[in-house]
């Protein structure tokens, strides 16, 4: 960027549509507040400052973005957008331009910002237009009938009979050198139907001192798209995943239906990825070569390794799965598990906080928590872990080549030493010899004669 630039994002409107305690702006898009959206966006720029115009709930806002990079500036009462703008405007250098973004607009792209920039040049004033079906509550854009320069912006509620026929609408993003803010700010009036210091009227005092101003239109429909309501959010969500999905679909991954799918984060995948309907995907998720996700599986901040399966109803959660593993259907895994390649997890399995080298498998109903499991390792359905004793967590260490009977319970802290065979049904306390069979069980006796009792 050549000139300087300052970002004033707008974030102090209360958003009562909403009907909600939470401060609009930090209502998720994507798993992430509305102003990080346009936050993440902003940076992108790399402005030489960021303000952030807060008001209602500002401690809140402030809070949650937790961000010491950024300037807050408190707008209270709030008096319209150019208020706003003021209350930044002590921030500003004296050279260079600021972009003005709203904290609840949060589909806007960066193509379209540096376009809107370009255009303005640092010198004039650029605002980025839209053209609508239904231009209703925008401030209309006001143009010259002779040279179709922009002479002016109307507010809906200060617009005229001809005026509201005006298609062409302000989107509320605009770039304006700092000369001209520092000039024209203090100078706003609030002599309007709403009795609100409108920024728009900027643009008339740009045409008074030959100030030029320029537009630009976003580079899709969607992006200037504001959050003023659940509903309106809800239809931001859904462009949003509907845009995400169509990038996977073009990057060669094959979603069952694009239409059902929510990435709540970032999610790279390499290639011939399947991902079958209804899956979430959180933080960051990796997909390796050939791995294929099936219904209705939960990811979150997890690596997969090629050719790995996760079968249907499967949550997975700040974990890595090796290659050729096989997960689910059914399967929890929790955070700090590594598993190596081909390993088996199978259907009402949790695994927690553990580690399970190549080939080995716990397929049904088992707890592993605070495990090191070794290489060829069997587990028995229904073996649980006893890794708590209701004040401290403890270890189990399985070794290479273990066989473990169903039903077992391994008390840790224990080790179950290289080519252990535990039997079914056993409670291991103590570390088992290598290569033996271990078992503890109450010898099995049958009481003859005995008689079950029955009603009379
Ligand atoms: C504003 C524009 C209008 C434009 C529309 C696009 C003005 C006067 N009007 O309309 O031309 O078509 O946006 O959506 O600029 N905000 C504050 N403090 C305030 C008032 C607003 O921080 O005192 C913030 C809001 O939180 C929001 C943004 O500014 O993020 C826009 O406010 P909103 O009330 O939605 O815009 P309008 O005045 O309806
Ligand atoms: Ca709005």
Redesign the pocket.
Known sequence: MASKLSIII??????KRMHSSLP??LHALAGKPLLSHVLDLAKKLSPDQICV?I?HGGERVKEIVNDASLTWVT?E????????VLQAQPYLDQEGSTLIL????PLVSLASLEQLINSAQGKTCGILTAVVDDPF???RIIRDENTNAISG?V??KDTNQTQQSIRE????IMVIPNACLHSWLPKLKDNNA?Q??????IVKMAVGQNVAVVSTQAVHDWE?L?V?SRVQLAELERIYQNNYANKLLEKGVMLYDPARIDIRGELRCGTDVEIDVNCIFEGTVILGDHVKVKANSILKDVTVSEKTAILPFSHIEDAKIGANCRIGPYSRIRPETQLTDNVHIGNFVEVKKSQIASGSKVNHLSYIGDTAIGNNVNIGAGTITCNYDGAYKHQTIIEDNVFIGSDTQLVAPVKVSYGSTIGAGSTITKDTPENELTLSRAKQISISGWKRPSKT
């Not at 709203?102 to 607009?105: H, S, T």
């Not at 609408?169 to 509320?172: D, K, L, M, Q, S």
């Open positions: 707008l974030a102090a409107g209360l958003g609009k702006v115009v008001g707008q009462p709030q008096l319209g957008t150019g208020h706003a709203y904290g609840d607009v509550g925008y401030g912006i507010e809906q609408i302000n989107t509320g709403q609100e210091y409108y920024l728009t009227d200037i504001g003023n």
